[in-house]
């Protein structure tokens, strides 16, 4: 008898690839393990339209009726601590054991800490509904909030938090916001309207000391600021969660590594989203670990193909999205990659940089604006990265060109 598939992390990843095991067709036992009391859900909606709702609700990626209805076993509130690789076992926190055929770890990340002595009970991360939950209480007029962490999960929060009239700080160590893979043309429209909402935003300024004593916080910056709030968030990134890859043997670099199947180093053991580092086909097969969600639903269905034996490999290109008041930011491809840009405007203040490669191939687009603005465009350069297109630069910049004919070509 088929001892099964087995996924460890319910989350968008883990929960994306049970349902595309039954949408595969295969009928042995899929168990999906999580350690939170949910079904699988969205996180993105924690620090968006989650955060300004005055019931917060999980939006669920599938039901607990979903997964009944569709034979997916969902252990909840429980965590996997160890893998037997010659059994085939996952061992659980509770005790029991469960075999498996094919595992894939789709245990996610989790915030990077800040490595620092003072931090209490008003001292708070962003990942779990639960976080979410603890967080939104605090949010209303009259409160003061510190930001630690001038990234996308602190300045959607920020957003959030001025939405329901609490005074808000943004602390951040580098000389602008989003310093990591967002172009300084954008990032300043986004530091321009949370200004113009009434965030505080500092800049170049480290946190010399923080200290919490369960009703306010005060953090002291390195040039001697003292900022004095309710509520301490510190957004400061995310690390993969490893432990359990890494006490199996498996290999770890930047996240569990696996192969461009999502094979780790071991046939039976896959892992996928943001746990995991990958080769990136599109860019020559680098090494990249993403935090985003489509990379996640998308590699949750690749898994589940490959523990069905397609064989198949990862060939999506990056993409990210991010919403802070009337303004989307879309990303799509590797910044990094560009050596020079290549600006189209779209009209009512929209616009999109085109980042292209010195032997002149487009490696990413940014774009931001109102609403959808900039989405169907971001769409086409994705696929005009995914071609490895090199079109010429004035083509780029010309609203008069349709990127759609660049594409033809
Ligand atoms: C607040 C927030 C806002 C976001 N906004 C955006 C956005 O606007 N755009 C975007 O592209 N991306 C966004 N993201 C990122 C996106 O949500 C993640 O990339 C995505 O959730 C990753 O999915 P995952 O399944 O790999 O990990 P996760 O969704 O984190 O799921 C992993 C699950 O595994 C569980 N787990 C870990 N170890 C074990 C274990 N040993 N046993 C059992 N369970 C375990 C974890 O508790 C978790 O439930 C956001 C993330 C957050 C937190």
């Known amino acids: ?130 976080d979410a939950l603890a967080i939104r209480a605090h949010l209303r007029a009259g409160r003061r909030v510190a930001i630690v962490g001038g990234g996308f999960i602190g300045l959607e929060l920020a957003a959030a938090a001025r939405k329901l009239g609490a005074a808000v700080t943004v602390i951040e160590a580098q000389p602008r916001i989003l310093m990591r893979g967002v172009p300084a043309e954008i990032a300043e429209i986004i530091h321009d309207a949370h200004v113009a909402e009434g965030v505080d935003i500092l800049c170049c300024d480290g946190i010399a000391s923080i200290a919490d004593d369960g009703n306010e916080v005060r953090v002291t910056l390195a040039g001697g600021r003292e900022i004095v709030a309710d509520l301490a968030i510190i957004g400061i990134g995310a690390v993969p969660v490893t432990g359990l890859a890494a006490e199996a043997g498996l290999v770890i670099d930047n996240g569990i590594a696996v192969d461009a199947e999502l094979r780790t180093g071991d046939p039976d053991i896959f892992a996928a989203g943001d746990c995991c580092s990958f080769p990136l086909a599109v860019y020559g097969g680098r090494r990249v670990r993403l935090e985003a969600w489509r990379n996640a639903q998308e590699q949750g269905a690749l898994a589940a193909r490959n523990m069905l034996g397609a064989g198949e490999a990862h060939a999506a290109v990056p993409w990210f999205w991010s919403d802070q008041y009337g303004l989307s930011l879309q990303i799509a491809g590797l910044a990094d990659e560009g050596r020079s840009i290549v600006r189209r405007d779209l009209g009512d203040g929209a616009f999109i940089l085109f980042h292209l490669a010195e032997d002149g191939r487009l490696v990413a687009a940014s774009g931001i604006g109102p609403g959808n603005a900039v989405a169907r465009d971001i769409r086409l350069a994705e696929m005009l990265i995914a071609k490895r297109a090199q079109p010429a630069p004035e083509a780029l910049g010309s609203q008069a060109i349709k990127l759609k004919s660049l594409l033809a070509a």
């Not at 009928?27 to 993105?44: A, K, S």
């Not at 009944?68 to 659980?92: G, N, P, T």
């Open 1 to 130: 008898m088929a001892r099964g598939m087995v996924i460890v992390g319910a989350g968008e990843c883990g929960g994306r690839a049970a349902l595309a095991l039954r949408d595969l067709g295969y009928e042995g036992p899929v168990t999906l393990v999580g350690d939170e009391p949910h079904p699988p859900y969205e996180r993105p909606p924690l620090s968006k339209d989650a955060m300004v709702s005055d019931a917060p609700e999980i939006r669920a990626i599938a039901s607990d009726e979903v997964l009944a209805e569709k034979s997916i076993r969902h252990i909840h509130s429980v965590q996997a601590v160890a893998i037997d690789r010659e059994a085939h076992k996952v061992r659980l926190s509770d005790g029991s054991v469960l075999p498996y055929d094919k595992l894939l770890l789709a245990t996610g990340s989790t915030p990077r800490k800040l490595p620092m002595p003072g931090l209490g009970r008003r001292c708070v991360y962003l990942r779990t509904f639960a």
